[in-house]
């Protein structure tokens, strides 16, 4: 009998594509021959839509671009323009930043975690992970009085300031997560059949992890040492102590453990940050209120920072007017999920779709 | 003095009047025993659906427990009737057949799954209560029957991916049958060492010989393990639940079925799951027999069986990732089968040292 090759479409309607992928996949019986990823599914347009916007309105699409990152999105933004048009940012601003981003990083990842249990068929850890986010959630709540889509992170500091209440809830947390953490984890790695679902599959080398220029979690786990927050260190990331995991493994279980260790270096340096934390101003006093209109910028910068995915970058050229003349987003989470046919090829179907959760894509960052 | 409980639905008939044996001596026995026959029938129809209900909210509140929800406590006192909200939904459901299944075989295949469940309900000996043995079935082969009626399902599942038309519920399909090989025979020869220890097919002799002698769980711990793992591939949940794997398959072989024809499937798999817990603590835990020193209570116990096993494969089902499929093929093949197998020697020896040969 000859064996037929039959195509499929998964997504982007399937449960388990993270949102909108759709991978046009060769089968032959179980195994996949090839994997090609079509995106666009949610592609709302926020680069060109920040052409047509103040400045300081543009914080509003990066929130929407990395929906569970979104601190890193807003960081990224802010940060390009307040290089293009030169203002300056109190230290408490920017020690604040830092405590939000790496919270956020935390969320992101245990977004990640939840989800990749469901996609190898483990509904539990889910539910333990979005208890944690949630905890982490109410306290963005607190300051920025949103739970998804924050934009508290403005042009010139932050939004709001801690409010009186925050203290007590921030410590409740800090003091149980890294125990709550381990508990988590042993759920993953006290599990043969997990291990034997994560070890060895999805392999990518760290030169073809190279080539298709891939960042963040993904290249650490294939043993590059490569971290913007060590490489060119924004905001105060040089003035605290933190490790940059990296795995050698090269394989699903490798990309597993390095962000659970990044899990627990962000709550280090969220520990020192608050710590740390200066009195004084959380807002450039110019630029409140009805000062963020006037932002004017002539030029370009380019900024990258580490978002929970990756290497971010905002490129943005101004042309002396209110608003940007062009904004150009590098999003870490499409360059990742553009590798995917080479972890995937000849591998089992169930394979497939443990290594794309590994990935971690966010498609509102994917699309754009 | 036993009596079974087909003999006090016939006294309980013969009591209010019906009782056809005295009108026309040959014929009127027959009708009156198929009268018994159907009544005690449905008895056991409606002690299953009841059960499944009940298994489905033990399911989800034990599942809420575990994950730290709460689970339904919107319906009725602390959410019991939310499964009768479900199955009023369910009904209300349009029927979708989709234009490109096979409309026989699609409409077909969810009974193939349902009826052969229900009907193994029928075979179990589900002991004593009081005086009354509640057996419905009492013939010599009822533990052949029972390997019967469970090979029938995966053939509905089989039939319900191919005719849906759909490369997923194709695939899910595959699996079933790929699964079914590979869980059936190891289990059927785990069961070949209680036959060789009991001497019959008789369920309810089975369950009589370990309250003589000793549960043949203890007697053959492998035989045991290889069944349990074999019935929870049976009832196609995680680990196992290759066919369907929600997060590959989007929902294996019932994909495109929805409404009545979507909540039979669903019902099925936790009827299995309760049947496979009465099943093997009949043939492995003595089943029906009574409790030690107290006479008379062998339903109860055997209920008490039967729910601890259940909650342990839902614990199960709640905790555990989903085994690949190569890997599950492997496992059934280059473990279990030779475990089985092993099994019988070591049942072979157990018979040899009983009548003193060795």
Redesign the interface.
């Known amino acids: 009998m000859e064996e037929k090759i039959i195509e499929v479409n998964f997504g982007p309607q399937h449960p388990s594509t993270h949102g909108v992928l759709r991978l046009k996949v060769k089968l032959k019986g179980e195994t996949v021959l090839s994997a090609e990823p079509i995106i666009g599914y949610l592609h709302r347009n926020a680069e060109k839509l920040s052409e047509f916007n103040y400045y300081a309105s543009n914080t509003v699409f990066m929130d929407r671009l990395d929906y569970v990152g979104n601190h890193n999105m807003e960081l990224g933004y802010v940060m390009a323009v307040e290089k293009l048009a030169d203002i300056d940012v109190p230290e408490r601003a920017v020690w604040l930043r830092m405590l939000f981003v790496e919270l956020n990083r935390i969320a992101s990842h245990l977004v990640w975690a939840g989800t990749m249990g469901l996609d190898l068929g483990m509904i539990t850890p889910f539910f333990y992970t979005f208890r944690e986010r949630e905890r982490i959630l109410q306290l963005f709540e607190m300051v920025s009085g949103a739970r998804l889509t924050y934009n508290y992170i403005s042009i010139g500091g932050v939004y709001n300031d801690l409010p009186n209440e925050f203290d007590a809830k921030f410590n409740e947390f800090v003091e149980d997560f890294s125990s709550r953490l381990k508990e988590i984890e042993s759920l993953f790695k006290e599990n043969e059949v997990f291990i034997q679902r994560m070890k060895g599959i999805g392999i990518l080398p760290p030169e073809v992890a190279k080539s298709y220029s891939i960042t963040g979690p993904v290249l650490r786990a294939s043993g590059v040492n490569y971290d913007i927050r060590k490489v060119s260190p924004y905001l105060y990331y040089d003035k605290v102590d933190f490790d940059i995991p990296v795995s050698n493994g090269m394989d699903n279980y490798a990309r597993f453990e390095v962000r659970f260790r990044e899990m627990e270096q962000s709550l280090r340096i969220v520990k020192q940050v608050y710590g740390k934390l200066p009195t004084g101003e959380y807002q450039n006093p110019l630029y409140r209120k009805s000062g963020l209109i006037n932002i004017k910028g002539k030029g370009e910068s380019y900024v990258r920072t580490e978002s929970p995915r990756g290497e971010f970058g905002v490129y943005v050229v101004g042309d002396g007017s209110k608003k940007p003349y062009r904004v150009r987003i590098r999003s870490p989470a499409f360059q990742n999920l553009s590798a995917t046919n080479e972890m995937v090829k000849g591998s089992k179907i169930a394979d497939m779709i443990a290594t794309i959760s590994t990935l971690d894509p966010v498609f509102g960052e994917v699309d754009r | 003095m036993e009596y079974s409980i087909l003999q006090l639905i016939n006294f309980i008939l013969t009591y209010i009047g019906i009782n056809f044996s005295v009108y026309f001596p040959p014929y009127g026995m027959l009708v009156q025993r198929v009268i018994v026959d159907l009544i005690g029938g449905l008895l056991i129809f409606i002690a299953a659906a009841l059960t499944i209900i009940v298994v489905i909210y033990i399911f989800r509140k034990w599942?809420a427990d575990?994950?730290?929800?709460i689970g339904p406590n919107r319906v009725g006192p602390y959410g019991t009737l939310q499964l009768i909200a479900d199955a009023l939904k369910m009904f209300g459901k349009e029927d979708i057949i989709p234009d490109n299944v096979d409309p026989l075989l699609f409409r077909f295949a969810p009974y193939l799954v349902f009826i052969p469940l229900i009907l193994s309900y029928l075979l179990i000996p589900y002991g004593n209560l009081y005086h009354w043995d509640i057996i419905f079935t009492n013939v010599n082969v009822t533990l052949l029957l029972v390997i019967a009626f469970s090979a029938i399902p995966p053939i509905g599942e089989i039939i319900a991916g191919f005719a849906s038309n759909n490369?997923?519920s194709?695939?899910g399909a595959?699996?079933a049958a790929a699964q079914d090989l590979s869980y059936e025979i190891p289990m059927m020869i785990s069961l070949i060492g209680v036959i060789m220890l009991t001497g019959t097919f008789n369920l309810n002799s089975i369950s009589q010989y370990q309250w003589h002698y000793i549960p043949i769980a203890i007697l053959e711990p492998i035989g045991f393990l290889v069944f349990f793992v074999a019935v929870l591939s049976k009832m196609a949940v995680?680990?196992f639940?290759l066919p369907e794997?929600?997060?590959?398959?989007?929902s294996g072989f019932n994909v495109e079925y929805s409404g009545l024809r979507f909540g039979i499937f669903y019902l099925g798999v936790f009827g299995s799951i309760f049947f496979g817990s009465l099943f093997i603590s009949t043939v492995y835990l003595s089943g029906g027999s009574d409790i030690p020193f107290i006479p008379g209570l062998g339903y109860i116990w055997l209920l008490v069986k039967a729910f601890i096993f259940t909650f342990l494969f839902l614990t199960i089902w709640?905790?555990?990732?989903?085994?690949?499929?190569?890997?599950y093929m492997n496992f059934g093949w280059k473990y279990l089968l030779p475990l089985s197998i092993i099994n019988i020697l070591w049942t072979m020896v157990i018979v040899l040292a009983m009548h003193g040969v060795l």
């Open positions: 599942m575990l994950q730290q929800r490369k997923f194709m695939l595959l699996r995680v680990p639940d794997s929600e997060s590959e398959l989007v709640v905790s555990l990732p989903r085994i690949r499929v190569d890997k």
